[in-house]
């Protein structure tokens, strides 16, 4: 038999660390539709708060604007403050607040302990709320930065640097929404007049023509085509060339698409990687890197929209070329991890798997000598003790393939598992129970498979005893209470002896003791109901949810 692998303690840790990148990357995508199907501000900064509290599951988010001529910011939209408090409260910008931080030097701030910090003092507000942690991050406007979005949280939730990527795309994505705002309102007749501010953005941006022709680019777009000398036009990027020539021509198809969507009045969006000075264009369209030190492509997310004149016509377009190349590269690296997990997750479940065939033909092996070994005892009692720990392992055995039987799962339903191993015992025992009937009365019950353990195989002797020495049908209830998980198993048999041993005699039979072990409740666990006519006996284990904590 193979050695298994030891087990990672931090590999279900990083199990719920995916889980919840995963919930992240859905909202991110919800998100950005949101952004581009809105026009009204307000609307987009309540929506990002709402997705921010969401994927980081915190109770407070909220957008702070900043406030140039007071040095302050305003809380300008957020999730879980008092409404008198959005729009309103005001929060400072220095660089010993969190946010202020933040916003001056452009930098993630996470505060995982605000009254023991002592890079900050903690805002008033959030002292207000109760708030112990903090993950601050800029978001960036088209001709200056307009504030911070920040994820607020009191003790009991978690926040941690893994969470920036995720807080700093949707802030990007504000951003960009802003930008959008701002191009559709340029006045057609002086694009000249607004030269200076779309050359102080960081991002490319272009003017186009409803022909297609360019008729302005930023300097950010001069720097970028200076960077590319895959393309021998010396035209590229004049005023009068063509848009679509700033492509490669794969990415030409998606460029287009979204030029002809702006020219009929609607903002549109792609994606595309940008070749590098030493790069070929099929290397650009893989996002490979050559041999020899070629770079690999720069990624832009790329928003054309329409500009309007004073009447609502379209009189040209405005693209703008958002640096994505991290985030594309956090994302090719996440996929990779995702893939390494899933590959580990599929080895584990199939070890997993050998290991539980192995154990069901082990307990069969050592039914099979038992009971060879009864059959050929020449003492009464020996033969009895031999059969009882047959049938023990044989319990063990049903208790075991049921659980396994479609592999271990996190959480499975306790009454179609009690159910599908009662039927086992019916038909494993039906030489020596005649014709008596087994019963489950029970309502739906989530349980780990840990406890679906201890549960089948004290439900396993119960049944097997009383199928034993009881008559007429074998009746088992299932019952979760707040303080126990009670199993109640019971006959139309005459009830049990006052001499049978009690149940929190250290000097009870073997069976006692096991379901007093599987319990986990010790002495308190079972009780013989002596107040009905026929044979009733109750556990108590501990109950589903503390042992679910």
């Not at 702070?64 to 879980?80: C, K, Q, V």
């Amino acid at each position: 038999m193979h050695t298994l692998p030891p087990v990672d303690p931090d590999f279900a840790q990083d199990a719920t660390r995916l889980d919840r990148i995963r919930r992240q990357q859905a909202l991110t995508v919800r998100f950005a539709l949101f952004a581009l199907r809105s026009r009204q501000i307000p609307d987009l900064l309540r929506e990002s708060c709402v997705v921010v509290a969401e994927g980081l599951e915190v109770s407070f988010a909220k957008v702070l604007r900043h406030l140039p001529e007071e040095n302050s910011f305003l809380l300008e939209a957020g999730i879980g403050w008092l409404p008198e408090d959005i729009g309103t409260a005001r929060l400072g910008a220095d660089l010993e607040s969190p946010a202020g931080f933040a916003f001056q030097t452009g930098q993630p701030v996470l505060s995982v302990d605000l009254p023991g910090e002592k890079r900050f003092r903690t805002p008033e507000l959030l002292r207000k709320y109760g708030i112990k942690r903090a993950l601050n991050v800029i978001i960036r406007g088209d001709t200056q930065r307009y504030g911070v979005l920040e994820a607020d949280a009191p003790a009991s939730q978690h926040l941690s640097a893994r969470d920036i990527a995720f807080l700093e795309t949707i802030a990007n994505t504000i951003a960009l929404a802003l930008e959008r705002d701002s191009a559709e309102t340029v006045h057609t007749d002086s694009p000249g007049s607004s030269t200076s501010m779309l050359d102080a953005s960081p991002d490319s941006i272009q003017l186009i023509g409803i022909d297609g022709q360019l008729e302005f680019i930023n300097r950010r777009g001069a720097e970028l085509l200076k960077a590319r000398a895959t393309q021998p036009e010396a035209a590229l990027g004049d005023p009068g060339s063509a848009w679509l020539s700033l492509w490669q021509a794969a990415e030409q198809g998606a460029a287009a698409k979204a030029l002809a969507q702006a020219a009929a009045g609607t903002t549109s969006r792609f994606e595309a990687p940008w070749p590098t000075s030493n790069e070929t264009e099929d290397e650009a369209t893989s996002g490979t890197q050559a041999a020899g030190g070629s770079k690999p492509p720069m990624w832009f997310d790329v928003t054309i929209s329409p500009v309007r004149d004073d009447a609502g016509e379209i009189t040209r377009l405005m693209a703008t070329w958002r640096d994505i190349t991290e985030r594309v590269a956090n994302e090719q690296s996440l996929t990779e991890l995702l893939n390494h997990h899933e590959s580990r997750l599929d080895h584990q479940k199939l070890l997993l798997l050998e290991v539980h065939h192995r154990v069901r033909n082990s307990l069969q092996l050592i039914r099979t000598l038992l009971s060879m070994q009864a059959a050929t005892s020449m003492d009464v009692t020996v033969r009895e003790h031999l059969n009882a720990a047959s049938n023990r392992v044989m319990t063990v055995g049903a208790v075991h393939e049921r659980l396994y039987r479609e592999g271990a799962p996190m959480d499975s339903d306790a009454v179609q598992y009690l159910q599908a191993l009662l039927d086992d015992l019916q038909r494993s025992l039906a030489d020596w129970r005649g014709g008596r009937n087994i019963v489950l009365n029970a309502d739906p019950l989530p349980m780990p498979a840990d406890r679906l353990t201890s549960l089948g195989l004290i439900t396993a002797e119960l049944v097997t005893n009383a199928l034993k020495y009881g008559r007429g049908t074998v009746t088992v209830s299932l019952n979760s209470r707040p303080d126990a998980l009670e199993l109640t198993v019971e006959d139309d048999g005459p009830g049990f002896p006052e001499s049978f041993p009690q149940p929190q005699s250290q000097t009870g039979g073997l069976g006692i003791r096991l379901v007093r072990t599987f319990s986990r409740r010790g002495d308190q666990a079972i009780h013989i109901d002596r107040t009905v006519q026929h044979s009733r006996i109750v556990v108590r284990l501990d109950p589903v949810a503390s042992a679910a904590q």
